[in-house]
């Protein structure tokens, strides 16, 4: 039985952009070797529990939302974009059966966002720099970013430096409980990409998007890899104490 991956829909009130965006996320995952499950973020929580119940681990995709600024105590910027309620529910739900159960995480883009204003964090909400954060998905590689040695994320993709592509005007500020920095971009220190600081929990998340890169990129397809070997590991643990009862 592959891994099931929980992937919430990127947005509840855009679904020309929904449909069109989360096809990439389940190809990465397919690859990968995990089989992705489409959750809803238009049902009632109940409902969703029910899916994710059955769900290894989580991916939370970009989006064109940003996270509403009164979540961390701040107040709205005009370059703030509207909140998303509907995908925003979802993935509290997500990540709070993530953290109690210890199901794998990979956050990318606004999912980065949204697991670190989870974990209490806050953002930047909107970007000042040389550095074109919002390339968009036309450009390859806007920018590069340095990793941290001797992180998970260096491990899974055996480079310090890698080149990325670029979509997004936020980015984490104060980092949120139980996670740390692990890459930056270094023209502007703009924080890349965060990780748990458990060890006996998988948690990653990245601002750019692999899933675009998947099929050419191999730190790319390492990502997703990474997120669905660390799914596996869990379930075949989980059955096999199920087993041994």
């Excluded at 961390?72 to 005009?78: G, I, K, L, N, T």
Aim: hydrophobic content about 40%; charged content about 25%.
């Amino acid at each position: 039985m592959l891994p099931r991956i929980a992937i919430p829909m990127p947005h509840s009130g855009d679904r020309e952009y929904a449909e069109r965006a989360l096809p990439q996320y389940e190809h990465a995952v397919k690859i990968a070797g995990g089989e992705p499950v489409r959750i809803p973020v238009d049902r009632p929580p109940a409902e969703v529990m029910k899916l994710i119940e059955h769900c290894d681990a989580v991916l939370l995709p970009g989006s064109r939302a940003d996270v509403d600024p009164a979540k961390y105590d701040a107040v709205r910027a005009p370059q703030t974009n509207t909140a998303d309620p509907g995908r925003d529910t979802v993935d509290e739900l997500l990540l709070q059966d993530a953290y109690n159960m210890r199901k794998p995480v990979l956050g990318i883009c606004y999912g980065l966002q949204t697991l670190n204003v989870y974990r209490t964090g806050t953002l930047i909400q909107h970007i000042e720099s040389p550095v074109n954060h919002e390339a968009g998905r036309k450009v390859a590689v806007a920018h590069p970013v340095k990793v941290e040695p001797g992180s998970k994320l260096a491990e899974i993709i055996a480079a310090g430096e890698i080149p990325v592509n670029s979509s997004h005007h936020q980015a984490a500020d104060v980092v949120g409980d139980g996670l740390r920095v692990v890459a930056r971009s270094p023209q502007d220190g703009v924080i890349e990409a965060l990780e748990g600081i458990s060890p006996d929990h998988f948690v990653l998340a990245v601002q750019w998007h692999p899933e675009r890169s998947v099929d050419d990129d191999e730190p790319s397809k390492a990502i997703f890899r990474s997120l669905v070997d660390a799914a596996k590991t869990r379930h075949d643990k989980l059955a096999g104490e199920f087993e041994s009862v």
